[in-house]
Each structure stands twice: as C-alpha cells, then as structure tokens.
C-alpha cells in the first residue's frame, strides 16, 4: 500500500489509481509477486500513462492520499474474492484478481500476461514445514 502511495505521489494528480496498485505489485521482488515480475515484462512508464481521467474521488481508510473510485471497487472485487474463499485476510491473489477486472489495466495486458499473473499470483502454496523435532507447547 506505501509503494503505491509512493508511485501516486509521484503522478501529476497526486490522486492514487488502480495501475499505482498494479505498479507496486509489480515493483515487489519477494513471494508470489517477486514471480510475477519476473515473468513478465511491463514497461512502468507506459502502465503509468494509464491514470488518465477521473470520474471521482473520496477517501479511503487503507490510504493516506485521495484514491480514485475505482480504488475502491477493486478493493470492494478483492474483499468479494476473500469471502468466496472463506479466508479471512485480503492477500495478493485476492487484489491481482480484482486489479485485472480494472478496466484502465485489462485492457492493455496480453492476454498471456493476465494468464501468467493470475496462474502465479492466485496460486496456493503449500507451507510445509517438517515438525519432527519440534515440541509442542502443552
């Protein structure tokens, strides 16, 4: 959330969008996200050009800075997501998935790339840990 407050501040509306989420998940070089990036090749400046008009502006409780209303939604698509799954956290799949039914981003993706970011990013991993030496607590 920091890294895409940090792109949107860097924009000339200083408004956050949906492509500064993008941008900041792309920008992350650990985990599902780290993959991501380094599977597909996005050019940062022609993802930012795509801020483009605003048809309205609030406030948002996860954010600092004024957020368009598409922020909200795509974070109204990812909470959806999240209660599908029964999860109880919003996690990178949930936004990925949410973020690619932006119209502002989906649009200017390759169909491989939206393939391999939803294959990677929505993807569960197994958190396997050998617990044969461990003790557990009584």
């Known amino acids: 959330m920091k890294h895409a407050e940090r792109e949107a501040s860097f924009s000339e509306q200083k408004v956050l969008h949906p492509v500064h989420l993008f941008i900041a998940c792309l920008e992350e070089k650990t985990g599902a996200l780290g993959e991501i990036s ?3 090749n ?3 400046l022609s993802l930012s050009d795509l801020t483009g008009n605003i048809n309205g502006k609030t406030q948002s409780e996860f954010f600092s800075m ?4 598409e922020v909200v939604q795509v974070f ?7 209660k599908r799954y029964n999860q109880v956290y919003v996690n990178e799949g949930h936004l990925l998935k949410a973020l690619l039914t932006d119209s502002s981003i989906k649009h200017h993706l390759f169909e491989e790339d939206k393939h391999t970011i939803l294959t990677i ?3 569960s ?3 396997i840990a050998h617990l044969g030496r461990y003790t557990f607590p009584s």
């Open 38 to 40: 380094l599977k597909i």
């Open 121 to 123: 990013g929505t993807t």
């Open 125 to 127: 991993r197994d958190m």
């Open 66 to 69: 004024t957020v368009t209303k």
């Open 76 to 82: 109204e698509s990812a909470f959806k997501y999240m």
């Open 42 to 44: 996005l050019n940062k």
